[in-house]
């Protein structure tokens, strides 16, 4: 239960209140077009930095094999033949004069420059704050739109496929976490099967000695979400996995009689409280026509409109709504865009 806890008070202190609880500032990595842009470029310095800190090793490796080959052949010729003075200057001369070499090889400093580069990068990091936002545009996305968490992974949103790469154990198990923070039970336990499912494609265990959590601390969380569900069985089907793997999980030895006196005593779960309701209601209104004299039609308001009309339609009075198609081309849109990308910055919020 630790992992949990320490997950979700790092990541998801957005979700308390609406906003970060860190006083990190944020990149606008979440919310901008543009520095997402240079967050790939970022992404791209990094991968390039790494490739060069993986010659520098390599070319090292290569001076340890040459250095294993000459002490093998020579303790091979040593041992067959047979003992004298030409031997043994050769082994003397080999300790002597070789071995401080290969000392400074194993004490040599490696990929200083790599490392520093990389040290720099970590300064244009996103923040806990980029962290947060992401996370929160994930919820609203999936939550305003209904989307289906399967089909998001597989990179279909709305039936159409956006070309996404499926995503890793990892990506699922965060949102899973989220939710599970959230005590949206439901999406969670989706979240944490997707995990579960990818889990054996995308993970090895070389790749998880570097990460923050392993398998266990799936099953923890699969527990916990089942049994907001009220699915005892299946919470303690995980529960006694997680126990096969580590017999002395203090945690989970004192749920485990918990989950079997909730299968026995089910208590009666409330339906969680649906969120987002307004902006559901805004992002998803089709704006159908209250009477017979909205119409579509040509306006030719000024001298220059008169040669080229504009296509307008009226959606509503009241508010008075209308829609003009062809105002602007897709020229003109990406022109605009970009005489505006300096002048974009973080909306404040108003105090009172």
Same mark, same amino acid.
Not at 92 to 98: I, K, V
Not at 305 to 333: C, N, T, V
């Given at each position: 239960? /630790?992992? /949990?806890? $320490? $997950?979700?008070?790092?990541?998801?202190?957005?979700?308390?209140?609406?906003?970060?609880?860190?006083?990190?500032?944020?990149?606008?990595?979440?919310?901008?077009?543009?520095?997402?842009?240079?967050?790939?470029?970022?992404?791209? &310095?990094? $991968?390039?930095?790494?490739?060069?800190?993986?010659?520098?090793?390599?070319?090292?490796?290569? +001076?340890?094999?040459?250095?294993?080959?000459?002490?093998?052949?020579?303790?091979?010729?040593?041992?067959?033949?047979?003992?004298?003075?030409?031997?043994? @200057?050769?082994?003397?001369?080999?300790?002597?004069?070789?071995?401080?070499?290969?000392?400074?090889?194993?004490?040599?400093?490696? !990929?200083?420059?790599?490392?520093? $580069? =990389?040290?720099?990068?970590?300064?244009?990091?996103?923040?806990?704050?980029?962290?947060?936002?992401?996370? !929160?545009?994930?919820?609203?996305?999936?939550?305003? @739109?209904?989307? %289906?968490?399967?089909?998001?992974?597989? #990179?279909?949103? %709305?039936?159409? %496929?956006?070309?996404?790469?499926?995503?890793?154990?990892? *990506?699922?198990?965060?949102? #899973?976490?989220?939710?599970?923070?959230?005590?949206?039970?439901?999406?969670?336990?989706?979240?944490? *099967?997707?995990?579960?499912?990818?889990? %054996?494609?995308?993970?090895?265990?070389?790749?998880?000695?570097?990460?923050?959590?392993? @398998?266990?601390?799936?099953? *923890?969380?699969?527990?916990?979400?089942?049994?907001?569900?009220?699915?005892?069985?299946?919470?303690?089907?995980?529960?006694?996995?997680? /126990?096969?793997?580590?017999?002395?999980? &203090?945690?989970?030895?004192?749920?485990?009689?918990?989950?079997?006196?909730?299968?026995?005593?089910?208590?009666?779960?409330?339906?969680?409280?649906?969120?987002?309701?307004?902006?559901?209601?805004?992002? =998803?209104?089709? @704006?159908?026509?209250?009477?017979?004299?909205?119409?579509?039609?040509?306006?030719?308001?000024?001298?220059?409109?008169? /040669?080229?009309?504009?296509?307008?339609?009226?959606?509503?009075?009241?508010?008075?709504?209308?829609?003009?198609?062809?105002?602007?081309?897709? +020229?003109?849109?990406?022109?605009?865009?970009?005489?505006?990308?300096?002048?974009?910055?973080?909306?404040?919020?108003?105090? !009172?």
């Amino acid at each position: 239960m /630790l992992f /949990l806890f $320490v $997950v979700v008070t790092a990541c998801f202190g957005f979700l308390v209140k609406g906003e970060p609880l860190s006083a990190t500032e944020s990149y606008d990595f979440a919310i901008s077009s543009e520095s997402q842009l240079s967050l790939l470029k970022l992404k791209e &310095t990094h $991968v390039n930095n790494l490739q060069s800190y993986k010659k520098v090793l390599k070319k090292h490796l290569q +001076k340890i094999r040459r250095a294993i080959k000459q002490s093998e052949e020579l303790l091979k010729s040593t041992k067959t033949s047979t003992r004298n003075l030409i031997y043994g @200057y050769k082994v003397l001369r080999h300790l002597h004069n070789d071995w401080p070499q290969y000392f400074r090889l194993l004490k040599k400093d490696l !990929g200083l420059e790599q490392i520093a $580069v =990389s040290q720099k990068l970590l300064t244009q990091q996103p923040t806990s704050v980029d962290f947060e936002e992401s996370m !929160g545009a994930m919820h609203r996305l999936q939550t305003v @739109y209904n989307l %289906d968490s399967y089909a998001m992974t597989e #990179g279909f949103i %709305d039936a159409k %496929d956006r070309n996404i790469k499926n995503w890793s154990a990892d *990506e699922c198990l965060m949102l #899973g976490l989220m939710y599970l923070f959230l005590k949206d039970y439901n999406q969670s336990e989706n979240w944490l *099967e997707l995990a579960l499912y990818h889990y %054996d494609d995308n993970l090895s265990p070389e790749v998880l000695k570097i990460k923050l959590w392993n @398998y266990p601390n799936l099953l *923890e969380s699969l527990v916990e979400a089942n049994k907001g569900l009220g699915r005892y069985l299946e919470a303690k089907k995980y529960a006694n996995e997680l /126990l096969s793997i580590n017999p002395n999980h &203090t945690y989970m030895l004192t749920q485990l009689p918990k989950l079997k006196h909730l299968q026995s005593n089910p208590i009666k779960l409330t339906k969680p409280k649906k969120v987002f309701q307004l902006q559901k209601e805004i992002c =998803s209104k089709r @704006y159908r026509r209250k009477s017979g004299v909205l119409v579509c039609r040509y306006v030719d308001w000024t001298q220059f409109l008169k /040669l080229a009309p504009l296509k307008m339609e009226e959606l509503s009075m009241k508010p008075h709504i209308s829609i003009f198609y062809g105002f602007l081309g897709q +020229k003109d849109i990406e022109v605009l865009k970009n005489a505006s990308r300096p002048k974009l910055q973080r909306v404040k919020h108003l105090s !009172g």
